[in-house]
């Protein structure tokens, strides 16, 4: 499809365990974006990419969530030694150009991880 | 703090009765964007607005932006259940990389 693509759908994992998110943007998409999403509020912002460089990750929680987007395609999420607060629903995001403005935002269905 | 806040939070209206969406902040920006989002799915951008006291329509979806661009509403007209979803305004801080979300109101049309 032409969408943002994100996998898996849905991830169990138990406390301390390693767990990782990918995001497929649309193509050509120079900017990504990851949020965390509570149950019933909006998103709130992780990380951005524009192509390879992680230009902000002023949103990240604490150093056991780490994001990658080597070739400027592919992103990874990666949260280690999980904790049951982490549990909620990751949306990765792309757009066209760069960040701000009014660009506006393609988001896929998301990831909803459950900490047990 | 929220840098955005909507009301009413929760909303459940009957099929064709009107409702009113609101998003009120206390800093200024240059644009806002509108989205839905449903169970399960990603936001799905509805409109952005730009100009203070812009008004635009989708629909029976209508969208102002606020003169001194700190607020916005959602003006729907004969809600249809299938208007259900999670609505969200965002906006990009001053030099900020990422969308602010606000707090979002959920709304329920029985039919």
């Known amino acids: 499809g032409a969408g943002v693509s994100q996998s898996p759908r849905y991830k169990v994992a138990k406390r301390g365990q390693d767990v990782a998110l990918r995001c497929d943007p649309i193509?050509?998409?120079?900017?990504l974006f990851w949020y965390q999403q509570a149950l019933g509020q909006g998103p709130e912002f992780l990380t951005y990419?524009?192509?390879?460089?992680?230009?902000?990750k002023s949103g990240l929680p604490s150093d056991r969530f780490f994001a990658e987007r080597p070739e400027g395609s592919v992103s990874t999420l990666k949260i280690q030694r999980t904790q049951q607060e982490d549990s909620a629903v990751y949306l990765c995001?792309?757009?066209?150009?760069?960040?701000?403005?009014?660009?506006?935002?393609?988001f896929g269905d998301g990831t909803r991880l459950s900490i047990l | 703090t929220q840098l955005l806040e909507q009301s009413p939070q929760f909303l459940s209206i009957q099929e064709g009765e009107n409702l009113t969406v609101y998003c009120n902040s206390s800093s200024v920006f240059s644009s806002l964007q509108w989205y839905r989002q449903e169970p399960g799915e990603g936001p799905v951008l509805l409109v952005t607005v730009v100009t203070g006291g812009e008004v635009k329509k989708l629909k029976r979806l209508t969208f102002q932006f606020g003169d001194a661009r700190k607020d916005s509403s959602l003006h729907i007209t004969a809600a249809q259940p299938g208007d259900t979803g999670l609505y969200l305004c965002a906006a990009y801080q001053t030099g900020a990389n990422n969308l602010f979300f606000g707090t979002g109101t959920r709304l329920t049309v029985i039919p």
């Open positions: 990419f524009q192509n390879e460089a992680q230009l902000d």
């Open positions: 193509s050509g998409h120079v900017s």
């Open positions: 995001a792309s757009s066209l150009a760069r960040a701000g403005g009014n660009q506006p935002q393609h």
